[in-house]
Structures are given as structure tokens and as C-alpha cells.
């Protein structure tokens, strides 16, 4: 037997627990949760006692959706890699020369328009993989903006 803390929601109040359980392996643990609780939605079981607050954090007692974790960064923060329209026109106006046919479209208009054509999870997902754990969300921006830079340079909108 092993020990491991299932993260589930309570489908009466939607409310986020863990549940502390002993399991032969990972699916075996589920199990183990649903015995203790007969009302749950389970979402994952990790190894080891997980600990709130110190080794496992929840964005509250249910859960939230993205759009207010970013409409509240005086609570959640800014995110230290996002691919916006701002960031898009930051790269348009750094590679302005090698922009292709703007068809008489500022660069913010344009970057509206090519925000929705590309990847935020691909992009993110690579920087991630890029930057080093530790390294300052400076270093998270730049790897960010290379990786919208590639991305433009793929559809053709700046040329290389």
C-alpha cells in the first residue's frame, strides 16, 4: 500500500478537496476516495500526502474558471508568459521591416487580428519548456516573444 492524495469536487457544493488515502496503485486510489466519499467528481490522485498550502495550492474553495483568474490579478497576479495582442504588436513593431503586407492595417490592428490565428497553449507551453525553473519573468517574456516571433514567421506574416 502507498500513500496518496486524491483531489476531487464535492458535486453537492462544488467545493475542492483532497483526500488523504492508502492505494495499491494510482487508479486504486480513486477507488479508495470514492469509498470515503460517495459524491465526488475525482480529478487526480498524486503520490504521497500532498499538504494545502505547502505542497498542493487551490484557487479557492471551488473552482475557477480563467477568465477570472485573469480578471483578478490583485489576487491571482499577471501571468509572467501571455500571448495578447499587445504582445503581437510588440513583435510586429520589432521586426517592422520584415513585416509582410499590412494591408494598410496598423500594427495593433493587425496584432487583433493575428492573435486569433495563433496558439497561445503551443507558445506558452513551449516557454515553458525553454525557461529554467528560477529564471525571472523578464527571461519568461523574451523566450515568449521569440516564440510569437517564430510563430509569425511560420504563417508568413514576418518574413525571415
Known amino acids: 500500500m502507498q500513500k496518496y492524495t486524491v483531489i476531487a469536487i464535492v458535486e453537492t ?52 474558471d480563467s477568465a477570472t483568474v485573469l480578471g483578478q490579478p490583485e489576487v491571482f497576479g499577471e501571468p509572467p508568459c501571455k500571448v495578447t495582442a499587445g504582445e503581437v504588436s510588440a513583435v510586429l513593431k520589432a521586426y517592422s521591416l520584415r513585416v509582410c503586407n499590412t494591408n494598410g492595417l496598423s500594427f495593433d490592428d493587425m496584432a487583433k487580428e493575428l492573435v486569433q490565428d495563433l496558439d497561445p497553449r503551443e507558445i506558452i507551453s513551449a516557454t515553458y519548456t525553454d525557461v529554467p ?26 518574413e525571415f
Open 13 to 64: 457544493t462544488g467545493q475542492i478537496v483532497s483526500n488523504h488515502v492508502l492505494a495499491d496503485h494510482p487508479q486504486n486510489a480513486f477507488a479508495s476516495a470514492a469509498a470515503m466519499h460517495d459524491n465526488l467528481t475525482l480529478i487526480v490522485a498524486l503520490p504521497g500526502w500532498q499538504v494545502e498550502d505547502k505542497s498542493v495550492h487551490f484557487p479557492g474553495e471551488s473552482s475557477v
Open 133 to 158: 525553473n528560477g529564471a525571472s519573468a523578464e527571461i519568461c517574456q523574451q523566450v515568449t516573444f521569440d516564440g510569437i516571433h517564430a510563430a509569425l514567421v511560420a504563417t508568413g506574416t514576418i
